[in-house]
């Protein structure tokens, strides 16, 4: 008979201790541990004589090691193939995080189903077959590979798994298995932290690539241990505005490729649609000008988007004026108010500024800085700017405008959609062919030259 006992977990990486505690020795989180019952088998590892081990493993010298490159798997699908960095490693755990409803189950029973020359088994612990099948008839792809099967235990699932011998395994989600090794209710994190480590098992030895679909807290994060991050090669995550059609893939980790890698999709009727050129939708379809909006010549990962930055800026009609952004830090927002009042002498501080990213997205890329500035300005002087114009730099504190990486591809893509200007720092052109592009590149050294230019 198994024992059960009662052990506290830290939510934030796993430390384990047998009482409760406030402070997480392991990663110094207040407030972080969790009670769970965990029943302890009779066949423990770690009550075997270790005297005595029966050794299957051995060490190999490196030299030996084969490193035929393996081909990595296309999937199908530009977008997802970016995100994995180039395609599916075989044997590879993979996560997708995301919140519910954004279209994790969409995406990878799409993929599955559209890899028709691959067996793929789709283990679903959420919805059952039937609801799987609806969802498959809404994407309208027929698929005779594509295997589903409704199961939550891990044990029975490998043995699925070693007599259908799949392609890719696909787990619907993460926080449904349960493991018999481990007595708590599934989603707990002892549960979450034992079945990982299984499928991670089972993706290595029988060479499978996984793919565990993982819910997200409100406050971001993957639900579950940190540590399951840690098992996993890569981490990618969906998200998106649910009232936006577009939804963006990021990597978050990967043990194979960039971690700054995006793929862009649209939710469609019939399921998920690669954007494979966002810039043509980023940018909203407008003949006339009008004020307060400006374009950034924006990169993420190794891809060059321009994306439209609105700004609104109005007397304040109460006390405190308001500060508010949409796919913005708002914090920099306010630095960059502080900057323009300081250094250029724009009157800010009584004014309600609102800021937003078109089409949902969020950018960290501080290349938007110029724009967003721009966009300020034009919002405040009620003076529009042509729509065939584009911003690359970022903005310092004492209101110098600062060089960018990458910028030849930022100046490329504006050439590629017509622009007539760019604005970019002064320190960027250094050593810059710019006769090569038909826009003009526009240097800048200050806020002020930008007014002026403008
Ligand atoms: P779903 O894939 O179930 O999300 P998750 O697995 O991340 O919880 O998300 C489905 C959402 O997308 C749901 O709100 C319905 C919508 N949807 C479409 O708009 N078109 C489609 O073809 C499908 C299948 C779903
Ligand atoms: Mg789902």
């Given at each position: 008979m198994a024992k059960i006992k009662t052990v506290f977990y830290c939510k934030e990486c796993g430390n384990e201790s047998p009482k409760w505690i406030g402070h997480c020795p392991g990663c110094g989180a207040w407030n972080s541990y969790v009670e769970e019952s965990v029943a302890v088998g009779k066949d423990n590892k770690s009550a075997k004589n270790s005297f005595l081990p029966e050794m299957k493993s051995k060490p190999v010298p490196v030299l030996e090691i084969s490193a035929a490159k393996e081909a990595r798997i296309d999937m199908g699908c530009e977008e997802l193939n970016r995100v994995l960095g180039g395609g599916l490693v075989p044997g590879s755990l993979i996560l997708l995080g995301g919140e519910p409803g954004i279209g994790k189950s969409t995406l990878l029973l799409q993929v599955a189903l559209s890899l028709k020359d691959k067996k793929i088994l789709y283990v679903s612990g959420e919805e059952s077959a039937q609801q799987i099948k609806m969802r498959a008839e809404r994407i309208g792809v027929r698929n005779e590979s594509c295997l589903i099967l409704t199961e939550t235990n891990t044990t029975d699932i490998t043995k699925h798994i070693e007599e259908t011998k799949p392609d890719i395994v696909v787990i619907d989600s993460i926080q449904t298995l349960e493991s018999s090794a481990v007595d708590s209710t599934a989603g707990s994190i002892s549960q979450i932290r034992e079945t990982a480590a299984e499928m991670n098992k089972v993706a290595k030895s029988l060479h499978i690539p996984t793919f565990l679909i993982g819910h997200i807290t409100k406050d971001g994060s993957i639900a579950g241990p940190k540590i399951l991050e840690h098992i996993v090669d890569t981490v990618i995550q969906f998200e998106g505005d649910r009232h936006y059609g577009f939804r963006v893939l990021r990597t978050i980790k990967n043990r194979f490729g960039s971690s700054s890698e995006l793929g862009i999709f649209e939710m469609n009727a019939n399921g998920l649609r690669e954007v494979s050129n966002p810039s043509e939708i980023l940018?909203?379809?407008?003949d006339e000008n009008v004020s307060g909006i400006s374009i950034a010549a924006t990169l993420e990962g190794l891809r060059p988007m321009m994306i439209e930055t609105q700004a609104l800026v109005s007397t304040a009609a109460y006390g405190t004026p308001q500060r508010s952004c949409t796919g913005f830090d708002t914090r920099r927002l306010n630095m960059l108010l502080a900057v323009l009042e300081k250094r250029a002498g724009f009157r800010l501080s009584t004014k309600d500024v609102f800021l937003n990213i078109a089409g949902g997205l969020r950018v960290d890329d501080p290349a938007i800085d110029l724009a967003v500035v721009a966009a300020i300005l034009s919002s405040n002087e009620d003076v529009e700017i042509s729509n065939r114009y584009a911003f690359a730099a970022e903005v310092g504190l004492s209101g110098e405008i600062r060089s960018v990486n990458r910028i030849e591809a930022r100046i490329a893509e504006a050439d590629k959609l017509g622009m007539e200007k760019i604005f970019v720092s002064k320190y960027n052109c250094?050593?810059?062919?710019?006769?090569?592009?038909?826009v003009e590149v526009v240097p800048l050294a200050t806020i002020g030259e930008l007014v002026k230019s403008l």
């Open positions: 940018l909203s379809q407008r250094r050593g810059l062919d710019t006769s090569k592009y038909s």
